[in-house]
Protein backbone atom coordinates (compact mmCIF):
# COMPACT_ATOMS: atom_id res chain seq x y z
CA UNK A 1 0.00 0.00 0.00
CA UNK A 2 2.89 2.22 0.53
CA UNK A 3 4.70 1.64 -2.52
CA UNK A 4 1.00 2.30 -3.99
CA UNK A 5 0.38 5.47 -2.52
CA UNK A 6 4.01 7.23 -3.51
CA UNK A 7 3.60 6.24 -6.99
CA UNK A 8 0.36 7.78 -7.15
CA UNK A 9 2.22 11.12 -5.82
CA UNK A 10 4.94 10.89 -7.90
CA UNK A 11 2.82 10.33 -10.83
CA UNK A 12 1.65 14.05 -11.33
CA UNK A 13 5.35 14.84 -11.29
CA UNK A 14 6.65 12.17 -13.87
CA UNK A 15 3.77 13.36 -16.15
CA UNK A 16 5.06 16.95 -15.92
CA UNK A 17 8.43 15.62 -16.36
CA UNK A 18 7.27 14.02 -19.64
CA UNK A 19 5.23 16.67 -20.80
CA UNK A 20 8.30 19.00 -20.61
CA UNK A 21 10.80 16.68 -22.31
CA UNK A 22 8.41 16.07 -25.17
CA UNK A 23 7.70 20.36 -25.39
CA UNK A 24 11.63 20.38 -25.70
CA UNK A 25 12.25 18.37 -28.29
CA UNK A 26 9.12 20.34 -30.13
CA UNK A 27 11.10 23.65 -29.54
CA UNK A 28 14.55 22.45 -30.55
CA UNK A 29 13.27 20.89 -34.11
CA UNK A 30 10.78 24.23 -34.53
CA UNK A 31 11.99 26.82 -36.65
CA UNK A 32 13.38 29.96 -34.62
CA UNK A 33 11.26 32.99 -33.91
CA UNK A 34 13.14 36.30 -33.62
CA UNK A 35 12.10 38.54 -31.32
CA UNK A 36 13.14 42.01 -32.92
CA UNK A 37 14.01 44.57 -30.48
CA UNK A 38 15.56 48.08 -31.54
CA UNK A 39 19.19 49.09 -30.32
CA UNK A 40 18.79 51.34 -27.26
CA UNK A 41 21.40 53.54 -28.03
CA UNK A 42 22.23 56.19 -30.78
CA UNK A 43 18.35 57.03 -30.79
CA UNK A 44 17.67 59.57 -33.89
CA UNK A 45 15.29 62.33 -33.06
CA UNK A 46 13.16 64.20 -35.34
CA UNK A 47 13.03 68.22 -35.63
CA UNK A 48 9.70 67.98 -36.35
CA UNK A 49 7.11 65.36 -37.67
CA UNK A 50 7.34 62.91 -40.72
CA UNK A 51 5.12 60.42 -41.77
CA UNK A 52 6.34 57.14 -43.72
CA UNK A 53 4.12 55.01 -45.51
CA UNK A 54 5.50 51.38 -45.36
CA UNK A 55 5.87 50.18 -49.10
CA UNK A 56 7.33 46.12 -49.91
CA UNK A 57 10.24 44.80 -49.02
CA UNK A 58 11.55 42.66 -51.84
CA UNK A 59 13.71 39.16 -51.98
CA UNK A 60 16.65 39.69 -54.19
CA UNK A 61 18.90 36.59 -52.40
CA UNK A 62 19.68 33.91 -54.66
CA UNK A 63 18.29 31.33 -52.60
CA UNK A 64 15.07 33.53 -53.01
CA UNK A 65 15.34 32.83 -56.37
CA UNK A 66 15.71 28.96 -56.11
CA UNK A 67 12.21 27.24 -56.42
CA UNK A 68 14.16 24.01 -54.69
CA UNK A 69 15.50 26.19 -51.73
CA UNK A 70 13.74 27.43 -48.56
CA UNK A 71 14.00 30.59 -48.72
CA UNK A 72 13.45 30.87 -44.64
CA UNK A 73 16.91 29.37 -44.62
CA UNK A 74 19.40 31.47 -43.07
CA UNK A 75 22.71 28.96 -42.37
CA UNK A 76 23.49 25.96 -40.68
CA UNK A 77 23.90 25.20 -36.81
CA UNK A 78 27.55 22.81 -36.84
CA UNK A 79 27.90 22.91 -33.11
CA UNK A 80 25.71 21.85 -30.14
CA UNK A 81 22.79 24.85 -29.00
CA UNK A 82 21.02 24.11 -25.71
CA UNK A 83 17.55 24.10 -27.53
CA UNK A 84 18.07 23.76 -31.11
CA UNK A 85 18.73 20.89 -33.14
CA UNK A 86 21.92 21.12 -35.70
CA UNK A 87 21.43 21.15 -39.23
CA UNK A 88 19.80 23.84 -41.02
CA UNK A 89 18.89 27.47 -39.33
CA UNK A 90 15.62 28.14 -40.25
CA UNK A 91 12.98 31.09 -39.40
CA UNK A 92 9.56 31.06 -38.55
CA UNK A 93 9.02 33.87 -41.29
CA UNK A 94 9.78 35.06 -44.50
CA UNK A 95 12.29 37.63 -44.41
CA UNK A 96 11.61 40.59 -46.51
CA UNK A 97 8.98 40.14 -43.46
CA UNK A 98 11.14 40.30 -40.48
CA UNK A 99 13.31 43.21 -42.15
CA UNK A 100 9.95 44.94 -42.93
CA UNK A 101 8.89 44.70 -39.57
CA UNK A 102 12.55 45.76 -37.76
CA UNK A 103 12.20 49.13 -40.41
CA UNK A 104 9.01 49.42 -39.16
CA UNK A 105 10.42 49.70 -35.49
CA UNK A 106 13.14 51.33 -36.13
CA UNK A 107 10.87 54.57 -37.50
CA UNK A 108 8.75 54.60 -34.81
CA UNK A 109 11.60 54.52 -32.19
CA UNK A 110 13.13 57.28 -34.02
CA UNK A 111 10.04 59.37 -34.05
CA UNK A 112 8.53 59.12 -37.35
CA UNK A 113 4.74 58.43 -38.01
CA UNK A 114 3.97 55.12 -39.57
CA UNK A 115 0.85 55.22 -42.22
CA UNK A 116 -0.55 52.39 -43.21
CA UNK A 117 -2.06 51.33 -46.45
CA UNK A 118 -1.71 53.07 -49.89
CA UNK A 119 -4.26 55.21 -49.64
CA UNK A 120 -3.28 56.96 -46.62
CA UNK A 121 -1.85 60.76 -46.51
CA UNK A 122 1.91 60.31 -46.16
CA UNK A 123 5.19 62.53 -46.92
CA UNK A 124 7.21 59.70 -47.80
CA UNK A 125 7.02 55.90 -49.00
CA UNK A 126 9.58 53.83 -47.64
CA UNK A 127 10.83 50.33 -49.83
CA UNK A 128 13.33 48.03 -49.96
CA UNK A 129 15.19 44.59 -50.92
CA UNK A 130 16.97 41.77 -49.25
CA UNK A 131 20.08 41.41 -51.04
CA UNK A 132 21.63 39.35 -48.12
CA UNK A 133 20.53 37.85 -44.88
CA UNK A 134 22.84 34.93 -43.62
CA UNK A 135 23.96 33.28 -40.23
CA UNK A 136 26.41 30.10 -39.28
CA UNK A 137 26.54 29.13 -36.00
CA UNK A 138 29.64 26.61 -35.33
CA UNK A 139 32.76 27.65 -33.44
CA UNK A 140 32.74 31.48 -33.92
CA UNK A 141 29.12 32.76 -35.02
CA UNK A 142 29.00 35.05 -38.94
CA UNK A 143 26.65 36.87 -39.58
CA UNK A 144 25.94 39.30 -42.61
CA UNK A 145 22.51 41.38 -42.84
CA UNK A 146 22.14 43.71 -46.10
CA UNK A 147 19.23 45.60 -47.63
CA UNK A 148 18.52 48.24 -49.98
CA UNK A 149 16.40 51.05 -48.32
CA UNK A 150 14.59 53.75 -50.65
CA UNK A 151 12.68 56.35 -49.13
CA UNK A 152 10.25 58.35 -51.99
CA UNK A 153 8.66 61.39 -52.19
CA UNK A 154 4.74 60.46 -51.64
CA UNK A 155 2.88 62.76 -54.21
CA UNK A 156 5.31 62.96 -57.05
CA UNK A 157 7.32 59.54 -56.32
CA UNK A 158 10.83 61.32 -56.60
CA UNK A 159 13.17 59.23 -54.85
CA UNK A 160 14.70 61.40 -52.01
CA UNK A 161 17.22 59.12 -50.09
CA UNK A 162 18.66 55.81 -50.93
CA UNK A 163 21.38 53.40 -49.84
CA UNK A 164 22.09 50.22 -47.82
CA UNK A 165 21.41 49.08 -44.30
CA UNK A 166 24.66 46.50 -43.90
CA UNK A 167 25.82 45.02 -41.05
CA UNK A 168 28.30 41.73 -40.53
CA UNK A 169 30.17 40.62 -37.59
CA UNK A 170 31.07 37.16 -36.02
CA UNK A 171 31.24 36.20 -32.18
CA UNK A 172 31.73 33.61 -30.08
CA UNK A 173 29.36 32.04 -28.42
CA UNK A 174 31.02 31.10 -25.08
CA UNK A 175 31.58 28.47 -22.71
CA UNK A 176 28.00 27.99 -21.90
CA UNK A 177 26.76 27.49 -25.93
CA UNK A 178 24.11 29.39 -27.54
CA UNK A 179 20.55 29.24 -27.38
CA UNK A 180 17.15 29.92 -29.30
CA UNK A 181 16.89 33.37 -27.03
CA UNK A 182 20.77 34.30 -27.53
CA UNK A 183 20.82 33.70 -31.33
CA UNK A 184 16.99 35.70 -31.56
CA UNK A 185 19.20 38.24 -29.81
CA UNK A 186 21.93 38.33 -31.81
CA UNK A 187 20.36 38.83 -35.03
CA UNK A 188 17.93 41.14 -33.84
CA UNK A 189 21.18 43.09 -32.51
CA UNK A 190 22.63 43.12 -36.03
CA UNK A 191 19.74 43.78 -37.85
CA UNK A 192 18.98 46.77 -36.05
CA UNK A 193 22.63 48.38 -36.22
CA UNK A 194 22.03 48.10 -39.75
CA UNK A 195 18.62 49.82 -39.93
CA UNK A 196 19.89 52.31 -37.38
CA UNK A 197 23.04 53.29 -39.70
CA UNK A 198 20.94 53.74 -42.75
CA UNK A 199 18.33 56.02 -40.81
CA UNK A 200 20.90 58.16 -39.19
CA UNK A 201 22.02 58.73 -42.71
CA UNK A 202 18.60 59.62 -44.28
CA UNK A 203 16.89 61.14 -41.90
CA UNK A 204 18.82 64.92 -42.55
CA UNK A 205 17.37 64.39 -46.18
CA UNK A 206 13.74 63.38 -45.24
CA UNK A 207 13.65 66.34 -43.11
CA UNK A 208 14.97 68.17 -45.91
CA UNK A 209 12.87 67.21 -48.35
CA UNK A 210 9.62 67.71 -45.75
CA UNK A 211 10.27 71.03 -45.46
CA UNK A 212 9.50 71.47 -49.27
CA UNK A 213 6.65 68.89 -49.77
CA UNK A 214 3.97 70.39 -50.99
CA UNK A 215 5.51 73.20 -52.73
CA UNK A 216 4.70 72.31 -56.41
CA UNK A 217 6.51 74.61 -59.06
CA UNK A 218 4.69 77.43 -60.29
CA UNK A 219 3.31 77.15 -63.94
CA UNK A 220 4.55 79.22 -67.24
CA UNK A 221 3.72 79.14 -70.45
CA UNK A 222 6.46 78.42 -73.57
CA UNK A 223 5.68 79.54 -77.41
CA UNK A 224 8.19 78.57 -79.58
CA UNK A 225 8.30 79.20 -83.71
CA UNK A 226 11.14 78.36 -86.22
CA UNK A 227 11.86 80.19 -89.64
CA UNK A 228 11.13 78.07 -91.20
CA UNK A 229 8.40 76.26 -89.14
CA UNK A 230 8.09 72.28 -88.85
CA UNK A 231 11.65 71.61 -86.63
CA UNK A 232 11.58 68.85 -84.00
CA UNK A 233 11.19 70.52 -80.61
CA UNK A 234 13.73 68.93 -78.09
CA UNK A 235 13.36 70.09 -74.46
CA UNK A 236 15.74 68.83 -71.88
CA UNK A 237 16.62 65.80 -74.27
CA UNK A 238 12.38 65.40 -74.67
CA UNK A 239 10.77 65.02 -77.83
CA UNK A 240 7.72 67.83 -77.84
CA UNK A 241 7.12 68.00 -81.80
CA UNK A 242 6.69 70.40 -84.50
CA UNK A 243 7.42 74.13 -84.35
CA UNK A 244 5.28 76.35 -83.88
CA UNK A 245 4.40 74.77 -80.09
CA UNK A 246 3.00 76.23 -77.02
CA UNK A 247 3.76 74.54 -74.05
CA UNK A 248 2.50 74.64 -70.50
CA UNK A 249 5.61 74.37 -67.89
CA UNK A 250 6.65 74.36 -64.28
CA UNK A 251 9.40 77.30 -63.58
CA UNK A 252 12.51 76.73 -64.33
CA UNK A 253 15.35 76.90 -66.11
CA UNK A 254 16.11 74.77 -70.03
CA UNK A 255 17.92 73.67 -72.93
CA UNK A 256 16.12 73.41 -76.23
CA UNK A 257 17.08 71.98 -79.57
CA UNK A 258 15.69 72.81 -82.84
CA UNK A 259 16.31 69.69 -85.78
CA UNK A 260 15.57 70.26 -88.90
CA UNK A 261 16.99 68.57 -92.45
CA UNK A 262 19.04 70.47 -93.97
CA UNK A 263 19.21 73.25 -91.50
CA UNK A 264 22.44 73.63 -88.45
CA UNK A 265 20.79 72.30 -85.30
CA UNK A 266 19.55 75.60 -83.06
CA UNK A 267 20.15 75.19 -79.57
CA UNK A 268 18.83 78.06 -76.82
CA UNK A 269 19.18 78.38 -72.69
CA UNK A 270 15.42 79.65 -71.66
CA UNK A 271 13.82 80.09 -68.09
CA UNK A 272 9.69 79.84 -67.14
CA UNK A 273 8.44 81.91 -65.08
CA UNK A 274 5.34 81.21 -62.68
CA UNK A 275 2.25 83.31 -64.03
CA UNK A 276 4.31 84.58 -67.45
CA UNK A 277 4.42 83.35 -70.88
CA UNK A 278 7.68 82.99 -72.42
CA UNK A 279 8.32 83.33 -76.20
CA UNK A 280 10.94 82.19 -78.71
CA UNK A 281 11.52 82.68 -81.88
CA UNK A 282 14.18 81.19 -83.92
CA UNK A 283 15.27 81.79 -87.04
CA UNK A 284 17.22 78.21 -88.50
CA UNK A 285 20.65 78.53 -90.87
CA UNK A 286 21.25 76.36 -93.89
CA UNK A 287 24.00 74.01 -93.73
Given amino acids: LGESILTMKMRPAFVSLVLISIMGLASCAGPLTVTYT ?17 GGISDERAVAKDSSANSRKIGSITVTVFDMDSGD ?43 DFRLDIGARDEIAIA ?32 SRKGISDYISFTLSKALRAALVEAGPELVKAKSGAGQRPGK ?28 GMDEGVYELILKKEGYKDYGERFAIVEGRSTVLEAILERE
Avoid at 38 to 54: G, N, T, W, Y
Avoid at 149 to 175: N, P
Wanted: without cysteine; proline residues 4%; glycine residues 14%.
Fill in 220 to 247: GAFTVSSSPEGAKLYINGVYYGLTPSNI
Fill in 147 to 178: AGIKFSDKKSGRAVWTGEAREEGSRFAGVTGN
Fill in 89 to 131: LMLSEDIPGLVARALGEELKSSGYTIKEGEGTEADFVVTGAVK
Fill in 38 to 54: PVKKDRLKLKEPVSIEM
